[in-house]
């Protein structure tokens, strides 16, 4: 009888530690403090950089979402100065996405400083620099909203910076 339950108890520890997923675990509390998190979101950008197949602890991730957010503020700068190689745009456009080229590269800088904040456990700078990258898309949207008629060319790629960068937000707030 006692080996049977100890040969249960193991069988549960096995079924917790196999079924307990970081990601997952890590992405449904953030966005359980967060509305604007999508958990599904959350883990898709995670589980696509490999580098999240190490990480066992909700701190691990916090600089992999970083990464992430990075390198959609460097491609949505990329995009940005595509588009400012039309010649035919109009002056509104053009000054509209010469202020989002600006604030890409500012929230490039910004996730930057605040990965290394957080790794020296300076978590005040870490979320005030976070949060500065985590406004941007949201400043770069708005700002083709003052004319009427104007369509902004970026609104997905602001949609998607913000999440991305309030991800790595989130989790310092869960773990610092
Ligand atoms: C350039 O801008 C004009 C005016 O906004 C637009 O109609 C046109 O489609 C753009 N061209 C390209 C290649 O994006
Ligand atoms: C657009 O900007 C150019 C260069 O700054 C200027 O010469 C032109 O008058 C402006 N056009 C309009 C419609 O404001």
Do not use: H, W
């Amino acid at each position: 009888m006692k080996n049977f339950c100890t040969f249960l108890t193991f069988l549960f520890l096995l079924i917790v530690s196999v079924r307990s997923d970081i990601i997952q675990d890590s992405c449904d509390e953030a966005a359980k403090g967060d509305a604007n998190i999508k958990s599904d979101f959350c883990v898709a950008s995670l589980r696509a950089n490999p580098k999240s197949q190490t990480a066992t602890t909700t701190e691990d991730l916090v600089p992999i979402a970083i990464e992430d957010a990075i390198a959609t503020a460097t491609a949505t700068g990329s995009t940005v100065s595509k588009l400012l190689q039309n010649t035919s745009l109009d002056n509104f456009t053009r000054s509209c996405l010469e202020a989002c080229s600006e604030l890409y590269s500012d929230a490039g800088s910004n996730l930057q400083s605040g990965g290394e904040a957080f790794k020296s456990k300076d978590f005040g700078t870490a979320n005030s620099d976070i949060s500065a990258a985590v406004d941007a898309p949201g400043t770069c949207e708005d700002g083709f909203k003052e004319k009427q008629g104007v369509v902004s060319p970026l609104t997905k790629e602001n949609a998607d910076m913000f999440q991305l960068a309030v991800i790595p937000l989130a989790f310092i707030n869960m773990v610092k």
